[in-house]
């Protein structure tokens, strides 16, 4: 297998010392290309060619000449040839050993043809020379949302995150420009918004994904990991400039607008804003595609599946208003869930008996 590793990088005095982690926890069973687009100065770009020889795809630019994150990462996705996955990430990160090996094993265990990875990884600090950071940060987080959801521009904002504890990996809505590992095939599904600056690329690439039938996971454990640090103009911890910084009014003003986006036909944006709704607190308030009519209702029961048709959770409703049923699982078995089996249960006047009517399955990948 072939990986192209992505990583746009400004100013980032963590580059070296990321490109250098992973490196050193490659399986070896893998061929890896480090795409790197380095917006810097000379010297260190030097410095990046002399530490590292060999393996590097490098496209360099001054860094007064940078034009923003999605301009890089558009640069580095139309790099990629012959590799089978893309890992894009940022330029201060942390890895597991054999991260390659985990990254391939986990997309791989989602059993769905089209899946990606991508989460917002846990944090690592920059002075942690023992790596405590993969004994006390061992799961991937799952995003939470803020609702209202503001349809036409940027799609939502991160409220929180849980932690998956499953140990599969589940879905997961959203996906992160500062980690996501998918197939070279996803790329001409999702073409990255070389065209925006900063905000709305993830919500472009989300909703591009989705409609063109992927399904994004969050992974079953950590793999790598981020540096959160405080890198604001008055942080004490700043440890590399920030593009705004150097260029203030200097990027793109194209904002995202949902209505500019070229929509796959596979699923529709419809039912991926009635998904959205299982990544809010509101999780429980599940709401169902469009139910016929029945006479003579009971009850309904709910059946979640996984990716085996293992059952996870079953339960019996007695009313569904507007499609919307109040379930009593917890978030993280729903985002294990694969199908909802919806069973419509009716009084049979004959029989004097309850008897099923119907079977809808509703899918989520």
């Not at 997309?107 to 990606?116: D, G, N, V």
């Not at 849980?162 to 197939?183: K, M, Q, W």
């Not at 690329?201 to 079953?220: A, K």
């Not at 294990?336 to 509703?362: A, H, L, R």
Request: proline content about 5%; glycine content about 4%; charged content about 20%.
């Amino acid at each position: 297998m072939k990986i192209f590793v992505s990583i746009a990088s400004y100013r980032d005095s963590q580059l070296i010392p990321t490109i250098q982690d992973f490196m050193d926890n490659e399986s070896k069973q893998h061929t890896i290309i480090y795409g790197i687009c380095m917006q810097d100065t000379s010297e260190n770009h030097h410095l990046l060619k002399q530490t590292f020889p060999s393996n590097l795809k490098i496209i360099y630019m001054h860094y007064s000449k940078a034009k923003g994150v999605c301009h890089a990462r558009k640069l580095l996705q139309d790099s990629v040839t012959d590799e089978d996955y893309i890992l894009q990430m940022d330029s201060h990160m942390r890895s597991i050993p054999n991260w390659d090996v985990a990254l391939i094993h986990s997309i791989r265990a989602t059993k769905c043809a089209k899946s990606l990875l991508s989460s917002y990884p846990p944090h690592y600090a920059l002075d942690d020379t023992t790596k405590s950071y993969l004994q006390t940060s061992t799961y991937m987080n799952v995003t939470k949302l803020n609702l209202p959801v503001r349809k036409m521009t940027t799609l939502h904002g991160c409220a929180g995150d849980y932690l998956n504890t499953t140990g599969v990996p589940i879905r997961n809505i959203h996906i992160a420009g500062g980690f996501y590992f998918a197939p070279r095939e996803w790329i001409k599904d999702s073409p990255y918004p070389g065209d925006l600056y900063f905000e709305g690329e993830e919500d472009q690439m989300t909703v591009l994904s989705y409609t063109h039938g992927w399904t994004v996971f969050c992974p079953e454990k950590a793999i790598v990991y981020h540096s959160y640090t405080n890198n604001l103009s008055d942080s004490p911890e700043k440890y590399r400039p920030l593009h705004w910084e150097d260029h203030p009014g200097g990027g793109s003003n194209k904002a995202f607008n949902i209505q500019d986006v070229t929509l796959g036909n596979k699923r529709s944006l419809e039912n991926y804003f009635k998904e959205l709704n299982q990544f809010t607190e509101k999780y429980k308030q599940l709401e169902l595609p469009t139910l016929p009519s029945y006479d003579n209702i009971v009850f309904w029961q709910l059946i979640f599946l996984d990716a085996t048709n293992k059952v996870l959770h079953s339960q019996m409703i007695h009313k569904i208003e507007q499609n919307v049923a109040n379930i009593t699982t917890d978030q993280q078995t729903l985002h294990q869930t694969y199908k909802i089996k919806v069973v419509p249960m009716v009084n049979d006047n004959q029989t004097k008996s309850t008897s099923v009517k119907d079977s809808i399955i509703y899918s989520f990948v």
